[in-house]
Antibody, heavy 121, light 108 residues
């Protein structure tokens, strides 16, 4: 079955860095765009970034542009999010998700279970 | 950036009733590229509807989506106990994909 498993979250000090990973299984990873989405506890959802199937095209939300970098390793069926210059307002649950289908991009299905990032001194 | 506004923020209904959730966009969404998700406490969101009206695999037919341009609707024809949750709309008609802030459907 299609599965996404995030890892790498944890407690980090303001200004620190963290790298999130998302391991994919059950589908042809290199056929799909992938995305990172976050949810501040008790709040709504924010699409942070997405990456094309080949990895050549990326988009970032203004809130993370210049601080976060999305990447993928199709041979390892893995998606990554390098987060630098972390701030308290980056504290959230971070989800990876598969984007659309092989013909069209845009919706998110499925989602991983999420990994919690806490930025605090 | 397309801003999505969901209304109402909270909907209080009883099982068996019909739920109508609205999602308004700050500008027309290209090709009606709108999706709807359901989220229950402690879980990741689940895709319900994409392309404004196409049900995702395994989603019961009591869930339906409609709308075009700037106004979109998710309808739950008869609420089941497991449908009480938070619902989000999302647009992907723009290069920057955005979500609404959610509608909580609670038991009256």
């Amino acid at each position: 079955q299609v599965q996404l498993v995030e890892s790498g979250g944890g407690l980090v000090k303001p200004g620190g860095s963290l790298r999130l990973s998302c391991a994919a299984s059950g589908f042809t990873f290199n056929n799909y765009y992938m995305t990172w989405i976050r949810q501040i506890p008790g709040k709504g959802l924010e699409c942070l970034s997405y990456i094309s199937s080949s990895g050549t095209y990326t988009i970032y939300a203004d809130s993370v542009k210049g601080r976060f970098t999305i990447s993928r390793d199709n041979a390892k069926k893995s998606l990554y999010l390098q987060m630098n210059s972390l701030r308290a307002d980056d504290t959230a649950m971070y989800y990876c998700a598969r984007v659309g289908n092989v013909y069209k991009v845009g919706w998110f299905d499925p989602w991983g279970q999420g990994t919690l990032v806490t930025v605090s001194s | 950036e397309i801003v999505l506004t969901q209304s109402p923020a909270t909907l209080s209904l009883s099982p068996g009733e019909r739920a109508t959730l609205s999602c308004g966009a700050s500008q027309s969404v290209s090709d009606n590229y709108v999706a709807w998700y359901q989220q229950k406490p402690g879980l990741a969101p689940r895709l319900l509807i994409y392309d404004a009206s196409t049900r995702a695999t395994g989603i019961p037919d009591r869930f339906s989506g409609s709308g075009s341009g700037t106004d979109f609707t998710l309808t739950i024809s008869r609420l089941e106990p497991e449908d009480f949750a938070v619902y989000y709309c999302q647009q992907y008609g723009d290069s920057l994909w955005t979500f609404g802030h959610g509608t909580k459907v609670e038991i009256k």
